[in-house]
Structure formats: C-alpha cells, structure tokens
C-alpha cells in the first residue's frame, strides 16, 4: 500500500528543545516536501526537495532545518522550536512526473509551550 | 509560480450538484491543475486533475476552459460526507517544483 508515513503523530515539547519529524515514502518517489498548516491559512510549504542531496526552501522555511540523505526519508528538523512553530505538520510526496498526484501524510500535531 | 483564487466557503444540501471555481490567471503552458480534498485533521487526498476540456472520475468532474485561466470542480450530489476543504493546485510536476496550495474553499453540506 502506497504511504507515507510521518512520526511523531503527535508532540507537546517545550520552547528551545530540538527536534526531529521523521518522514518516509515507499513509493520510491522523487520529490518529498513539508507543509505547515495553520488556522484561517490553508498549507504553507516549508521545504521541498527534488531528489537525494537536493532541496530547496518552500514560502516558510524560517526555523526550519532538512535533510534528504536518503530517497524514501526527509525528516523536518526544528533546532530550537518556538510557540509560533506550533502547528499541524504534514509530510508529502510525489514521483515528479509531469502527471502525478501528490501524497500526503498523516499529519503531526506539534505544540511548542 | 501560478497563483489561484478560490471562493473561502460555500453552502450546499444534500443531493445538490456543486461547483467550486478556481481562478489561475498566470497558468503556464506546462501546468496542470489539480483538485484534493482535506477531511479535519487528515492529509489532503487527490480527487481529480485535468489538462485541459473536461476530465470526469468516478467522484468529481473538472471543467477548464480553452484559455486555462479557471477551472470548475464539480461534485454531483453531494452527501454529508462531502463536506470538506477542497484546495485547487496549479503547478508543474518537473523542473521548478515549490507547490503552493491556496487557503481552499470550505465546503459545507447540509441535511
């Protein structure tokens, strides 16, 4: 079953203390993104990336850290999370061709105190 | 990057057809314009995606007309079940690839 799995689904974490949102797809699709999702403003992109080694910032990259060593993970890193990062998180992929859906995850709630 | 502009909510009952227009005046000749569905705290699902003319699927048909600029959702008696946030998307699946999705348009069924 195509998925795209996101952990964790959930996360209260205090101001300051890192952390990581892990992301993996098993459709062995090329492009991988993240999005926030907040009250009133719809999905914002944070980062996204094309392929292993490439990313590239989406409209809300401030605060936000990634990596893509490997093609089926892309981990969204928060160094230092504030209150105003507090927000739903989603993970999403798709194959890069010219027709394709996009998949997303679950979701991950995170409150930052 | 194509911006689109959609209605923020409509109202409709059971059994209604409903039509959600999305403007995307700067579409590019290699965009193609895509409709997901978001339930409350769930991942937005693709529903349909379209070229050009009309596209219809077992859920939804998708209208766009020769100029491109605007496309029409359309959701043939909708139940209860329908109602979600549906966001319109318009961008190319190669070369640059930010993806912005809009603030969608919120659709609420009644009984």
């Known amino acids: 079953e195509a998925q795209v799995t996101q952990n964790p689904r959930y996360l209260i974490t205090v101001t300051g203390k890192k952390l990581t949102v892990t992301c993996s797809q098993n459709?062995?699709?090329?492009?991988m993104s993240w999005y926030r999702q907040d009250p009133g403003l719809g999905l914002r992109q944070i980062y996204y990336s094309m392929n292993v080694e490439v990313t590239d910032k989406g409209d809300v990259p401030e605060g936000y850290k990634v990596s893509r060593k490997e093609k089926r993970n892309f981990p969204l890193i928060l160094e230092s999370p504030s209150p105003n990062q507090t927000s739903l998180y989603f993970c999403?992929?798709?194959?890069?061709?010219?027709?394709?859906?996009?998949?997303f995850g679950e979701g991950s709630w995170l409150t930052v105190v | 990057l194509a911006k689109t502009t959609q209605p923020i909510s409509m109202d409709s009952y059971e059994g209604q057809e409903v039509n959600i227009t999305c403007s995307h005046n700067?579409?590019?000749?290699?965009?193609?314009i895509t409709w997901y569905q978001q339930f409350p705290s769930q991942g937005p699902r693709f529903i349909i995606q379209g070229y050009k003319t009309k596209v219809t699927n077992e859920v939804a048909s998708l209208f766009i007309p020769a100029d491109r600029k605007s496309s029409t959702l359309s959701l043939p008696r909708v139940s209860l079940s329908d109602t979600a946030v549906y966001y319109c998307l318009v961008g190319p699946y190669t070369g640059r690839r930010a993806l912005t999705f809009g603030s969608g348009t919120r659709l609420q069924v009644q009984p």
């Open positions: 459709m062995n699709h090329e492009y």
């Open positions: 700067n579409i590019a000749t290699n965009d193609y």
């Open positions: 999403a992929s798709s194959s890069g061709l010219p027709k394709d859906t996009i998949y």
